[in-house]
């Protein structure tokens, strides 16, 4: 047992760490309760914390400000998926600091997973091994040009792999990354510039972050790939609805919730039931990482 302990330790939902290492998570609290099913409102999310000191979640409920303020013995909060800024949490992190309550997330735990799951759907519609074909033949990856909008970490290595694979690969990000420029001999355009000359979109935006709308669909045009590696659309959904109408457009998103619903039943959007960066491998570095979080705040506390 440790020395410092939570009081009490509620998660709201799934962690979706790994069976074993929620009871490792347990250990840092005298009492706790972990939830299996994803709040219904603010109301439940409110009841479920009650006196609890000590909050657990993944990505999909949210901690608002009036959660907090309904719950005045929270002191940590830990999220168990990707924490990049405040303004794409899913806790409402500029609140808690003002209340004293300290806020963690975990970065890069699951991106290995998303980088293979990138070329696996590529090459599958690329040469037609699945339920289509984008050219009327067969295609390498080899020559390819690709646009990657968002050079953070997944990226970076999204970028790394499919120059490895020989497409053309090029970017738009808020901050251009030299040295990735020289490394993969990738050229830095702005969005819409970007957009107007590639044949496949790779959106890699954090969490709530749109820069695909009417303009950009219509920069793109016919006979496209777009794909989108972020949990939540980067594009505005009915922009893209008219966008798929066009000949020989795909997308892709390795979650519905990435895509949008309304979009998703459509022949040719390919949409997957589970996230390409929540492998087991994937589950255990964001446990640990989780647990070393939990580990800093009682040391410190």
Not at 13 to 27: F, G, H, I, V
Not at 219 to 234: F, H, Q, T, V, Y
Not at 252 to 273: H, K, M, Q
Request: charged share 25%; hydrophobic share 40%; net charge negative.
């Amino acid at each position: 047992m440790q020395e410092t302990q939570f009081k009490k330790m509620v998660a709201i939902e799934p962690t979706k760490l790994l069976p074993e290492w929620d009871e490792k998570l347990k250990a840092y609290a005298e009492e706790t309760f972990f939830y299996e099913d994803i709040p219904e409102d603010e109301a439940e999310i409110i009841r479920r914390i009650g006196d609890a000191d000590c909050v657990m979640l993944s990505f999909t409920s949210f901690i608002n400000q009036a959660v907090l303020e309904a719950c005045p013995n929270i002191r940590y909060i830990g999220m168990c998926c990707s924490l990049y800024s405040p303004e794409s949490a899913n806790v409402d992190i500029l609140t808690a600091e003002k209340m004293g309550i300290v806020v963690t997330g975990i970065r890069d735990y699951g991106d290995e997973g998303v980088r293979e799951y990138v070329i696996s759907e590529l090459v599958r519609l690329l040469q037609g091994r699945g339920e289509a074909m984008w050219k009327n033949e067969p295609m390498e990856l080899i020559g390819v040009r690709v646009g990657v909008i968002g050079m953070g970490t997944v990226g970076s290595l999204v970028s790394e792999a499919l120059h490895f694979f020989g497409a053309d690969v090029s970017y738009y990000s808020r901050t251009r990354k030299p040295e990735l420029e020289e490394k993969l001999a990738m050229s830095y355009y702005p969005l819409n510039d970007l957009l107007a000359q590639v044949d496949i979109v790779i959106t890699a935006l954090n969490k709530n972050v749109v820069l695909l709308e009417s303009e950009q669909f219509k920069l793109m045009g016919p006979g496209k790939i777009l794909m989108n590696l972020s949990i939540a659309p980067s594009h505005d959904i009915e922009a893209l609805a008219n966008w798929l109408d066009l000949s020989g457009t795909y997308a892709f998103s390795d979650t519905t919730n990435g895509i949008g619903e309304a979009v998703v039943d459509r022949p040719n959007v390919f949409a997957g039931d589970h996230s390409a960066g929540l492998t087991s491998m994937a589950k255990v570095r964001l446990a640990q990482k989780v647990i070393k979080n939990v580990e800093t705040f009682l040391a410190q506390d």
